[in-house]
Every structure is written in C-alpha cells, then in structure tokens.
C-alpha cells in the first residue's frame, strides 16, 4: 500500500474512526483492503488471484493452498469480537501514555482481566520493527535497575530480585534526546553489553560510557568511545548524576510511566515488552498524528463474528462512504478524492445499490414467507 494518508488509510479522528468501523463486517473489509490493496495474494505461494469460498476464506489460483484474512496475525485465533480488537488498537494508539489492562476491561466491558491483558501484549508484540535504523551519532549508554534500589546489595550493579536494564540515547540534534534504545540484561559484563550496543548502534558511531570495564572493548568492534569516570568527577567536586545526563532522564521517564500508567505492576518475565511499548512511544513522542500508529495495529486484527460479505452490501456502501472508498463484489473501486471525479463516483455506487436493492427484496420476501409459514402452524394449532 501506498504512503498512508489520514483520513484515506486510517481515521483522523474518534468521531471518524467510530464511523468507519461501526460492525465486524466493516472492519473486516478494511483488513481486506489493507493487506491486499491489489487483490487476493497468496502468502504461501506468491499467485494473484484466487476465489473465495463460502466459508470466507481464500484459495490460490495457483497452489489451492486456503487462507485468511486474519491468517497469521497477531489476532488470529481469538474469540473477541472486531470491533473490540480496533477500538483496543485505537485506544491503545491514541493514549499518550498508553492503557493498562484494567483500564482497557473497564472501557470495553471485557469478560475478564487476562483477556484484556492478552490483548495489549499481542499488540505489543508488533511494535519492534523488523530491520529498524540503529542509532548514530553520539550515543549515551547505561544501565539501570527497573524496580529502584534495593537494600542490602554489595554494590551499584550487583545481582538481586530487580531486573538490569540497558539504555542507549541519541544526543545531540536540534530538539537535544533523540531516539532511544532498551533491553533487558542478564548482568553488566562485556558478554552481555556489547551485543545490545551492537544490536542497537551503529558502527562507527561515538558511544559515551562511564568507567564500567564492562565497556572497555567497545573500540575493537567499530565505535569510538568516550569514557566518563564518576570517581573523577566526584575527586572534581562535580555531581556523577550529571556525566550522562540524557540517558539518566530517559530511565527516570520509563520508571515513571511504569508507576503511572502500570501502576509498576509489570512482571520480569514481561518486562522487554513494557520496554518495547516505551521506546516506539518516546520515539514517537512528536508524531502530529497518532492514529497512523494504530494503522498497523488494524492491519494485523482479526474477526471472530463473522458476517456474509454478500448480505452487507448496504453496510459496504456506508463504510465506503466514510472511507473514500468502495469494495463490490469482486471488485475494489477507490473512492478517494484524489482519484476518483464525482461522476466516476457516483456511477460506482449506481451500479453497487441495484444489487444492494436486490439483496434486501430477497431478504424480505424471505421474511414475508417464514411470517406465512408461522400463521398457518397458527391456524393448525387452533383447529
């Protein structure tokens, strides 16, 4: 698909987003039209083209292989209805500072809390972009204890219950921090520090560090380093806390959010992903939209109470109006104003409300016939 447009590709609104996806049949057109804009593609095979099936379903044109729509997301299998899965993207998109589990069961009047909490841990899940850029430039790197201190440790990096997370900052740029990388750690020895500063910076890059000797081979793997000793700033009169500055303000911040919006009940095994959730909304804290980080939550859901796709007609054509766009049966037609002229648009719905007419006399002849049926049972009954 295309560079995403707001108010073409996904809402710019909740007022918009509540139009577009009133029912399941309507989000499950849009997940349609955002995983194959061009058509049915086969995930196994590559062919376009196939057909579907009555159960919903696709089969390739070319391996007979059958797929679905939600077929390999996040929200396959799920007995949660759609619409509940968007309006958790959305409020999990939206929320500068996110949504607990408690919080979204409460919005949505889900059945239980680990539903809930399930859901939000799907969608964290797809938040680290595969194949992401690594920070350049000049990086701060540290490491912190999640959890804060904890008394009757020997010294500032020993073991304990608490979990040893590295931070990498980027400095410097016109606004001062920016992006940020985090990690969970299983100690602070070299084996366990270079492969994060390696997986999160790029070579060449120039990495500020303290005296930790964990960071001392950092030279012999492509990064300049600058080393920042707290016992010399100390014997200067100086205040330690400040020798890495950015990077101590981002560990305060992830602290904060934790206790905040967490209430700091985040279990270790699950910490990386609070972590993930962090770092892709500190890096986006200046994004002008925040409904195109819901985009890919919409294009990974799933829809459990499915409908007929031949009897929503009408429901098409409302979805196609907020949307800017239409879907016939078999075929796309984009509705955009940037695509389409009046005309053009309105000979694609004169050609869809036949059918949707159609659709709705069989429906009520069908009606008009079980009512029969029920008053001669009626009639039966009396005599």
Known sequence: MEQPRVGTHYPRSTGEFQAWFRTDADCLDYLDWVRWPGGFTCPSCGHAGGWRLGDGRYECAGCHGRTSVTAGTIFDRTRTPLTVWFTACWLFATQKDGVSAQSLQRSLEIGSYP????????????????????????VEVDETFIGGPEPGLSGGRAKGKKVLTGIAVEVGGPRGIGRCRMAVLADASAESLNPFITGAVEPGSTVVTDAWQGYSGLRSLGYTRERRSQRAARARGEDPGELLPNVHRVAGLAKRWLLGTHQGSVEPAHLQSYLNEFTFRFNRRRSGNRGIDGCRGFGAARSTGRRSRELSVGQRVTA?????????????????AHHRSGEEVREAVRNVLPRAGAVCQRFNGLRGHQADIADRLGSARLK
């Open 115 to 138: 539903t809930a909490w399930a859901m939000l841990h799907r969608l964290r899940s797809v938040l680290v972009r595969p194949g992401r850029d690594r920070l350049s430039g000049t």
């Open 320 to 336: 196609a109006v907020y949307s800017g766009r239409l879907r016939r049966a078999g075929d796309d037609h984009d509705l955009s």
